[in-house]
């Protein structure tokens, strides 16, 4: 039985109950249903009983973990509770990379953990040194396995605990080394130990808020399902569960599906790459293009996209990503290529340049975060202290953090990501 959740609300439909429980729309959705006699809860602390127990073990199993926690409220659901299940061991600052993910800082700022930023090149990417001598000082690394363009952050055996933002790379763990090398690994491939949140529902398919908290041999999970308790709903989504449910049987009979999504990803990137596009390196379920390079910002290119039938991941002044699934056919691929190839091509244009800013930290995120603030102009923020978390979505990476004082670069970021007002401190 390698669906035990689905199963149980199968066979939970087919009794025809008469439901005097949550929720409200009495079975309309059949399998939506709250924690009835039989259906186990997500934050049950006894791993021995429940058929969600046994759906995580047996995703455990199939990914690799030493454990595995499902999660109804997606990645950010998943980092919240790795980063206090850290917390809860001593963790009182975070090395973190500087385009992390909104949800860390949050995290952060509820959690009341000190960030030391490691900077990119290249904003916003995840590709930043981790090495212990640029660790020194923090008690957790927190990185980034694959970015939004599809870059990677190389990591090597830390010498403190490390929680790993594999949001966009689920389906690594599925992917055949030999035939796609190992540039990218999931992180239970990746030889130290390390805590991996992960969203099902980008790569996978699963329902949006799918996710997965992985941990590996040598990190302690004794107390994961109490702090996810804390930070998630006490009312899961039993049919987001059960999507994470599903795969499991899915991979299980059809091991081989993400391996040729990925072969068919990787035929249209020769292709494109043929009728002359600029592609960036990317993982292996991502085609990231240089419009500018077509003749087009980012939105242009979308806009015209959208007009020929396809919509992308992200636009913005410089590339478009498109986002494919580990169900990915070749007949969406070829139907890709086709909107693309229906895009004049114009004269080239210059990439545009997105600074990697170092603003002066002024307070904590804590103090930040929950002061007295009032939201302005971005225009008129230069000089003042950020308040709130800017972060354009996708891709949900802050520009200034809460705390940091908002200097000329920070102002022409904003400007850059269409970020038309800031919260600052009053």
């Given at each position: ?304 996209l959208r007009l020929n039938g396809a919509e992308c991941e992200l636009a913005d002044e410089n590339y478009i990503v498109l986002l494919f699934s580990a169900i990915t056919s070749p007949e969406d691929c070829q139907r890709a290529e086709m909107a693309l190839c229906l895009i004049d091509r114009r004269a080239p244009m210059p990439v545009v340049s997105y600074p990697v800013i170092r603003p002066k930290k002024e307070t904590s995120v804590r103090e930040a ?58």
């Open positions: 039985m390698n669906t035990p959740l689905s199963d149980f609300l199968d066979e939970y439909g087919r009794k025809g109950m008469l439901r005097l429980h949550m929720p409200g729309h009495n079975g309309e959705e059949s399998h939506d249903i709250t924690e009835i006699d039989g259906a186990d809860s997500l934050y049950e602390t006894d791993d021995s009983r429940g058929i969600i127990a046994h759906s995580e073990a047996i995703a455990a199993k199939i990914f690799g973990a030493e454990r595995t926690c499902y999660s109804a409220g997606g990645s950010t659901l998943a980092i919240q509770t790795a980063l206090a299940v850290l917390k809860s061991q001593g963790c009182k600052t975070i090395a973190a990379g500087r385009c992390s993910h909104r949800s860390l800082v949050s995290a952060a700022a509820l959690l009341d953990l000190d960030i030391n930023w490691l900077y990119p090149q290249e904003y916003p990417t995840a590709a930043v040194d981790c090495s212990n001598q640029s660790l020194s000082g923090a008690d957790a690394l927190f990185f980034t396995n694959v970015d939004y363009y599809g870059g990677t952050c190389h990591v090597e055996a830390p010498e403190i605990p490390a929680v790993c933002d594999n949001a966009h790379g689920a389906y690594l763990r599925f992917v055949s080394k030999a035939a796609f090398g190992r540039e990218y690994l999931h992180p239970m491939e990746m030889g130290f130990p390390v805590i991996s949140a992960e969203s099902a529902h980008k790569t996978l398919p699963a329902l949006t808020g799918a996710a997965y908290l992985h941990f590996s041999k040598g990190t302690d999970h004794s107390r994961a399902k109490e702090m996810e308790a804390m930070f998630g709903s006490s009312s899961p989504s039993y049919l987001i569960m059960e999507s994470l449910d599903r795969f499991n049987g899915r991979i299980l009979a059809d091991p081989e599906c993400v391996n040729r999504a990925c072969a068919s990803v990787k035929k249209l990137k020769t292709r494109l790459a043929a009728h002359g596009f600029t592609l960036r390196r990317s993982d292996h379920l991502r085609v990231t293009i240089n419009t500018r390079a077509w003749g087009y910002s980012g939105q242009e290119f979308a806009e015209v975060v929950f002061s007295r603030q009032r939201k302005i102009p971005a225009g008129e923020a230069t000089g003042k202290v950020c308040g709130g978390i800017q972060s354009p979505c996708p891709p949900c990476i802050p520009i200034v953090m809460p705390g940091e004082r908002i200097d000329s670069e920070a102002a022409e970021a904003f400007r850059l990501y269409g970020v038309k007002y800031v919260s600052v401190l009053e």
